[in-house]
């Protein structure tokens, strides 16, 4: 067993971003919880994570002509166009953002699915912001479908 097999998708993702947006691996290790060699590693090769056979990896739909769910895609594209933007960090780690207000929870539940239908392989999480929540998603492909 790899030892990054032990660490589950979302825990890469967070490194990666971190590491997209400048943290020191060291720093990024003691905030995770995960040994600054495995973060160096990672950060090194973004795909060594879980799942390097490539079953997990980001599937664009344009750069892998894998399916794309249009009715979600086209939703999470107004969205996007609406209270929405995308950083992209170093190495081409890309960070998602809607916002999304806090008096109507049920869109934030809609984006956030959509955002998962769209780019399946990337996780989605939430940062709560004055009178709303930011969801975020970070992918190496999101520039590809959102330009």
């Known amino acids: 067993m790899h030892h990054s ?30 040994s600054p060699s495995t973060v160096r590693r990672w950060c090194r090769a973004p795909r060594s994570g879980p799942d390097s056979d490539g079953s997990r990896r980001d ?8 399916g794309l769910d249009d009715a979600e895609y086209a939703y999470l594209l107004g969205q996007y166009l609406g209270d929405g933007h995308i950083v992209e960090g170093r190495r081409g780690v890309a960070s998602l953002s809607v916002f999304c207000a806090d008096d109507w929870p049920g869109v934030r539940a809609e984006v956030e699915r959509a955002m998962c239908a769209v780019m399946p392989t990337s996780s989605v ?10 969801v975020k998603s970070y992918s190496t492909h999101w520039t590809c479908l959102f330009p």
């Open 125 to 134: 999480s939430s940062v709560r912001r004055a009178g709303c929540r930011e």
């Open 59 to 66: 599937r664009c739909p344009i750069c892998h002509a894998v």
């Open 5 to 34: 097999d032990m660490h589950d998708r979302a825990t890469v993702d967070v490194v990666l971003a971190l590491f997209a947006d400048g943290v020191s691996t060291d720093e990024i290790a003691r905030r995770v919880g995960v």
